[in-house]
C-alpha cells in the first residue's frame, strides 16, 4: 500500500510531468510533507532513496525561487545546504550508472554557492559516468563554467571545445559566446573578435532568413560584447563601424555607434575615438545625439592636446547648441567641467578663453565660467576683457541671475568683484582703464571705506605721476570729509583707519615734494594731537625740508650758508640713522669748502658709529680719512686706521700701503710680519715681489733667515744686477759662500754669460768638477803586490789624467785661463809622480838579468811619456803666470766692483793654491784690500739701510706742505730738505706724490683746453 502511494507521488512531482504548482508556498508544502515522510521511513526502506532525492530536488528549486523573491541570503544558502546534504546521504545507496544527475545537482547548487573547486570535482566523477549525450554536454559546460569563474580561463576553453563540437546543443551558443570571453581575457582579443563576429554573423543570417527565433536579448549582448572586444583592439574603427551597422537593428544602430565611440576614448584610443565620432555624425540626426558627439570630440582632442581642433569642434558644439538649446542644457555641466580640466593644464590659453567666451553665449549666467574667463583674461593680459566678465558678474549678482557651483564662489559679494575690476585695473598698469575703473568703483560700490581706498589709490597714482599739486588741491577735503568735521577731534581719533592716516601722509609727502615749508608745517599742527603724528616719520619730515632747503643752496653754490644752515639744526633730536644722514651732509659740504680738518673729525664722529654704517660705506670713510691723514704727513694715522679694514679681501697693494705707512711712521715691521706675507700671497706681479723681498734683505744686513724666507721670490727669474751682490753678502755673513744660491745662479737659463758670470761659475766649478777629480787623483796610489794589481792601478791612474786633459781643454775652449792654471799645475804635478811611480815599479819574478835589463829599459822608456808631459804642463803655467796681468785685473775689478769685495777675497784664498811663490805676497796684499772694502761697505749699508724711526722735519716747510698738499713747489723743497736728512723712503714717497699731482694738473689742463 505505501509503495503504490509513494509512486503516485513521484508521479505527481516529477519534473517531467507537465503539472503546474502554485508557487513558493505550494512548493515549500511538499517541502514539509516529504520531509515529515522521510523522517517515518527507515534507511532500509526501498522508498527512502527517492524520498530523499525527491526532497533534495525541491529543496534546490525552492532556493532557486527564493532567489526571484529577493529572499534573505541566509534562507537561500540554508535551503541549498540541506539539498546538498540529503544528495550526500543518498549517493552512496544509489547505483554508480544512476549518480550522473545526482553529481550534476550537487555540482550546480556548489557552484551557486561559489563553491567551484568542489563543484569541478563533482563535475569531474560526473562525466567519467555513462548518460545521455546532452546531459554529459551540460556537465561539461557547467565545468567550464567552473573554471571561468575561477579565472582558469585555460582550462575552461578545453571544456568550452569540447561542448562545442556538438553544434546541435542548445547551449552551443553560450558556449562560444563565454569561449570569446576567456579568449579576451587571455589578452588573446583578435581570436575572442574572429569567433565572436563569426556567431553574430551566423544569428544574424538566421535571423535574416526567418529560420531561427533569435533571442533579441542575447543578440543584443553579442553585439555589446563585440563593440567591448573592438574598442581593445583600435585599429580601423571604420571598418569595424560599417560591420556593426550591417549586423545591429536600425534602431540600435546608433546607440552600438556611440557606444563604440565612448569605449575607445575611454580606454585612452582617441585618434580612433575621433575618427569614429566623426564617422558616427552623418548617422546621428537626433540633435542631442549631435551635442554629445561634438563633446566628446571636444573632450578627445582637448585630452590629445590637438587644442586647436578642439576649439573649432567646440564651436561647431555651440553651433549646434544654437539649434535646440534644449537638449543642449543638459550638456552644461560637462562642457564646463571640460573648460575646468582644460584651463588646469596650463596650455594654450588663447584658445580657451575663445571657447569659455562661446560657452557664455550660451550660458550667460554660469558664474563659475566667467570667473574662469575672467581669470584667463588676466593671465594672457587682456586687462579690458577681464574687466568686462568682472563687471557681468557683478551686474548678474545684483540682478541675481549668475549662479556658481563653486562653493568658494559662493560666498563672494558683488563688492568683491568690483574689487577685482580694480585689481585687474592695477595689473594692466593702464593709466586710462585703472582711471576708468576706479570712477565705476566709487559710482557703484556701496562700501565707505573701500570708496575712500580707492580714492586715496587713485591720488596715490597721482603722486606716482608727479601731479602733486592736484593732491593737495583736492585730497585734503576728501579726507576731511570722510573722517566727519573739519576739525578732528581727540575722541575721533580711533576713527581715522590706516587708509586714512596713509592719505594724510600723501598730502604730507606732495608738500615736502613741493617744498611748502609753511603748509608743511600747518598740515603737521592740524594733526599733531594724534598718535600717527608723533612717529619719527613726520618729525623727520620737518627735518627734512631744511635739508631740502640745504640741498639747494649747496646747487646754487651757496655752501658757506647751507653749511651754516645745517649745523644750525639740533642733533639732540635726531636718532642714529637721521643723525648719520647729518654727518654725510655735513661731510659733503665741508669737502666742497675745502676744510679737511673739520672733515677728519666728522669721518671720526661717522666711525664711532659703525654698527649702523654698511660696510662699503665704513671702508670708504675709512680710506678718506687714511688720505686726509696721508696730506698730513701723519703716517701713523693712516697707518692705524688702514688697519681697521684689512681682512681677508684686502688687496696687494693695500698690504703694500700698510708696509709703507709702517716704515713712514717709523713702526718697525718684523721680516716675518703678517703684511709681508700677506703681500706675497696676493701680488701677481713678479717684479714687485722680487723688489719687496731685496728691499727686506737689504733691510736686515742679508741675515740668513731673512733670504731663506724670500730666497724663493728672488730666484724665480733672474735677477742680474743683484745676485752677485746678495750672493757676496750672504756668503760675507756666512764666512763662506752660499753654495744654494750660487748652484741656482749658474743653472738660470736666463743669465747672460758676461765676465760676472764666468767669474761666479768659477766656484762652482773649482767645487762641483775640479775639486772632486784633485781628491781623486791626489789619493789614487798604484798597488803592486801582483802584475794584475800593477796594470789595473795603472790604467785607473790613467784614466784620471786624461779626464783632466779633458778638463783642460774644456776652460781652454771657454778661455778661462784662471781655471787653466789650476789644471796645469795639478796635472805637472801628477804626471811627474806618475814618471817617478813607473820607474819605481818592481820587477817581475823569475827574470834573468838581461831579461831584467829590457823591461827596466821599458818602463823607463813609457815613464819618459810623463816625464815630457811633466815638462810641458810646467812651461805652459810658467808662461802664463810671466805674461798674466790677472792680478792687476783683479785689483782693478774689486776696485770698480764692491759687490763682489768678498768673492774676490775668496777667490784669491783658492787662486794661492796654484800662484807661483813670488806672487802670493802679492795676492796676500790684495786680500787685505778687499777686507778692508768690504768691511766698509757693510757698515756704510748698515747706516743707510737699518730701520729706524724717520725724522720728519718740523721745519716751516713741513707746516706749509701740510697746509698746502697740492702745492707742487712746497713739495719739491721738502724733498730735497729729506734728502739731507737721508731720508730715502721719505723722499720716494714724496716723489710719488709729486707724479701723482703733476698728472692731475695735465688732466686738468686738458679738460679746461677742449671745455673752452
Not at 702745492?967 to 734728502?979: F, G, P, R, S, V
Request: glycine share 2%; with cysteine; aromatic share 12%.
Amino acid at each position: 500500500m505505501f509503495i503504490k502511494f509513494f509512486i503516485a507521488l513521484l508521479i505527481i512531482f516529477n519534473p517531467s510531468v507537465s503539472f503546474s504548482y502554485d508557487g513558493f508556498k505550494a512548493n515549500n508544502l511538499l517541502i514539509n510533507k516529504l520531509t515529515n515522510l522521510k523522517d517515518t521511513l527507515s534507511k532500509k526502506n526501498p522508498s527512502w532513496v527517492g524520498v530523499n532525492l525527491r526532497l533534495a530536488d525541491l529543496l534546490f528549486e525552492q532556493s532557486r525561487l527564493c532567489v526571484s523573491k529577493n529572499c534573505k541570503a541566509s534562507t537561500i544558502l540554508n535551503f541549498r545546504k540541506r539539498s546538498i546534504n540529503l544528495y550526500k546521504k543518498t549517493l552512496s545507496l544509489i547505483p554508480k550508472n544512476s549518480r550522473l544527475n545526482v553529481y550534476s545537482q550537487m555540482g550546480h547548487l556548489l557552484q551557486l554557492s561559489n563553491k567551484n573547486i568542489m563543484a569541478i570535482k563533482l563535475y569531474k566523477k560526473a562525466i567519467k559516468l555513462k548518460g545521455k549525450t546532452e546531459d554529459i554536454l551540460a556537465i561539461k559546460m557547467s565545468l567550464a563554467q567552473a573554471y571561468f569563474k575561477l579565472g582558469s580561463y585555460k582550462k575552461s576553453i578545453i571544456y568550452y571545445n569540447q561542448v562545442l563540437k556538438n553544434p546541435n546543443f542548445n547551449k552551443y551558443n553560450l558556449a562560444v559566446h563565454k569561449k570569446s570571453w576567456a579568449l579576451f581575457r587571455l589578452n588573446n582579443v583578435k581570436q575572442a573578435i574572429k569567433i565572436l563576429e563569426k556567431l553574430i554573423a551566423q544569428n544574424n543570417k538566421q535571423k535574416t532568413l526567418g529560420l531561427v527565433k533569435v533571442n533579441p536579448y542575447f543578440y543584443s549582448e553579442l553585439l555589446k560584447d563585440l563593440v567591448l572586444f573592438y574598442s581593445y583592439s583600435s585599429k580601423k574603427p571604420l571598418k569595424k563601424a560599417k560591420k556593426l551597422l550591417t549586423w545591429s537593428p536600425k534602431k540600435d544602430q546608433v546607440k552600438f555607434l556611440v557606444f563604440f565611440a565612448q569605449e575607445l576614448e575611454r580606454l585612452g584610443h582617441l585618434a580612433s575615438s575621433i575618427k569614429l565620432w566623426n564617422f558616427n555624425l552623418d548617422y546621428l540626426n537626433n540633435n542631442k545625439d549631435r551635442i554629445l558627439a561634438y563633446q566628446h570630440i571636444t573632450q578627445a582632442y582637448y585630452k590629445s592636446f590637438l587644442f586647436a581642433k578642439a576649439s573649432s569642434s567646440f564651436s561647431a558644439l555651440t553651433d549646434e547648441c544654437k539649434k535646440n538649446f534644449k537638449e543642449c542644457k543638459s550638456n552644461e555641466v560637462a562642457l564646463k567641467n571640460l573648460l575646468v580640466d582644460w584651463f588646469s593644464t596650463k596650455k594654450n590659453r588663447s584658445m580657451l578663453l575663445k571657447n569659455c567666451s562661446l560657452f557664455i553665449s550660451m550660458f550667460p549666467n554660469n558664474g563659475d565660467i566667467l570667473v574662469l574667463s575672467s581669470q584667463l583674461g588676466v593671465l594672457l593680459k587682456k586687462w579690458p576683457l577681464a574687466i568686462n566678465f568682472y563687471k557681468q558678474i557683478e551686474v548678474g549678482l545684483k540682478n541675481k541671475t549668475v549662479v556658481f557651483k563653486d562653493k568658494k564662489l559662493l560666498a563672494m559679494s558683488v563688492e568683491n568683484f568690483l574689487w577685482m575690476q580694480i585689481e585687474t585695473a592695477e595689473l594692466s598698469k593702464n593709466p586710462k582703464l585703472l582711471s576708468e575703473t576706479y570712477n565705476y568703483f566709487i559710482k557703484n560700490s556701496k562700501d565707505k571705506n573701500k570708496i575712500f581706498k580707492i580714492q586715496y589709490q587713485k591720488f596715490s597714482s597721482l603722486y606716482e605721476k608727479k601731479q602733486h599739486k592736484n593732491i593737495i588741491k583736492n585730497l585734503p577735503q576728501i579726507i576731511t570729509s570722510y573722517t566727519h568735521g573739519d576739525n578732528l577731534n581727540k575722541t575721533v581719533k580711533t576713527k581715522i583707519n590706516s587708509v586714512a592716516i596713509r592719505a594724510i601722509n600723501l598730502v604730507l609727502q606732495s608738500l615736502v615734494k613741493l617744498k611748502k615749508d609753511k603748509e608743511i608745517e600747518a598740515w603737521i599742527s592740524q594733526y599733531k594731537d594724534y598718535s600717527f603724528a608723533k612717529t619719527a616719520s613726520w618729525k623727520s619730515y620737518k627735518k627734512q625740508a631744511v635739508l631740502n632747503q640745504i640741498s639747494n643752496l649747496s646747487k646754487s653754490g651757496q655752501n658757506k650758508v647751507a653749511y651754516n644752515k645745517l649745523i644750525a639744526m639740533p642733533l639732540n633730536n635726531l636718532n642714529t640713522k637721521e643723525k648719520i644722514n647729518y654727518y654725510y651732509n655735513q661731510l659733503s659740504l665741508l669737502e666742497k669748502l675745502q676744510k679737511k680738518d673739520q672733515e677728519a673729525n666728522v669721518i671720526s664722529k661717522l666711525l664711532k658709529l659703525k654698527k649702523h654704517i654698511p660696510p662699503n660705506k665704513y671702508n670708504s670713510l675709512i680710506l678718506r680719512k687714511v688720505w686726509l691723514s696721508e696730506l698730513k704727513l701723519d703716517f701713523k694715522t693712516s697707518f692705524k686706521y688702514l688697519k681697521k679694514i684689512v681682512n681677508k679681501n684686502t688687496s696687494a697693494d693695500r698690504y703694500l700701503r700698510l708696509i709703507l705707512f709702517a716704515e713712514l711712521s717709523g713702526t718697525p715691521l718684523a721680516f716675518n710680519n703678517k703684511y709681508y706675507a700677506q703681500f706675497f700671497k696676493k701680488e701677481k706681479d713678479l717684479n714687485k715681489k722680487q723688489a719687496l723681498a731685496l728691499k727686506l734683505l737689504k733691510k736686515n744686513n742679508f741675515h740668513l733667515k731673512v733670504f731663506n724666507k724670500y730666497k724663493k721670490h728672488l730666484l724665480k727669474k733672474y735677477y742680474q744686477s743683484s745676485s752677485l751682490k746678495v750672493l757676496n753678502q750672504l756668503s760675507f755673513n756666512l764666512k763662506s759662500i752660499h753654495k744654494g744660491f750660487l748652484y741656482k745662479i749658474i743653472k738660470s737659463k736666463k743669465h747672460i754669460k758676461n765676465s760676472d758670470f764666468i767669474f761666479v761659475s768659477r766656484f762652482y766649478h773649482l767645487d762641483k768638477i775640479y775639486n772632486p777629480w784633485l781628491k781623486s787623483i791626489t789619493k789614487h796610489k798604484i798597488k803592486t803586490k801582483t802584475q794584475y794589481q800593477i796594470s789595473k792601478s795603472l790604467k785607473r791612474r790613467l784614466y784620471w789624467i786624461s779626464k783632466g786633459e779633458k778638463l783642460l781643454k774644456l776652460s781652454i775652449n771657454k778661455k778661462d785661463s784662471v781655471l787653466q792654471m789650476f789644471y796645469a799645475k795639478t796635472l805637472s804635478k801628477e804626471s811627474s809622480r806618475l814618471y817617478d811611480n813607473i820607474l819605481n815599479l818592481p820587477l817581475p819574478k823569475g827574470l834573468s838579468p838581461e831579461e831584467s835589463e829590457l823591461y827596466s829599459k821599458a818602463l823607463k822608456e813609457k815613464a819618459e811619456v810623463y816625464k815630457s808631459k811633466q815638462e810641458y804642463y810646467n812651461k805652459y803655467y810658467s808662461e802664463f803666470w810671466s805674461n798674466s796681468k790677472l792680478l792687476s785685473l783683479l785689483k782693478k775689478q774689486s776696485e770698480l766692483n764692491l759687490n763682489n769685495s768678498f768673492l774676490l777675497s775668496v777667490f784669491l784664498n783658492k787662486l794661492k793654491q796654484v800662484a807661483p811663490k813670488n806672487l802670493t805676497i802679492n795676492i796676500v796684499d790684495l786680500q787685505s784690500i778687499l777686507n778692508k772694502q768690504s768691511k766698509k761697505q757693510l757698515n756704510n749699508r748698515s747706516i743707510s739701510n737699518v730701520s729706524k724711526p724717520i725724522a720728519i722735519s718740523d721745519s716751516e716747510l713741513t707746516e706749509k706742505v701740510k697746509q698746502f698738499p697740492k702745492n707742487t713747489e712746497y713739495l719739491k723743497a721738502l724733498i730735497k730738505e729729506e734728502e739731507t736728512l737721508g731720508n730715502k723712503s721719505m723722499m720716494a714717497y714724496l716723489n710719488s706724490r709729486l707724479v701723482s699731482l703733476n698728472g692731475e694738473t695735465n688732466i686738468n689742463k686738458t679738460t679746461k683746453q677742449t671745455s673752452e
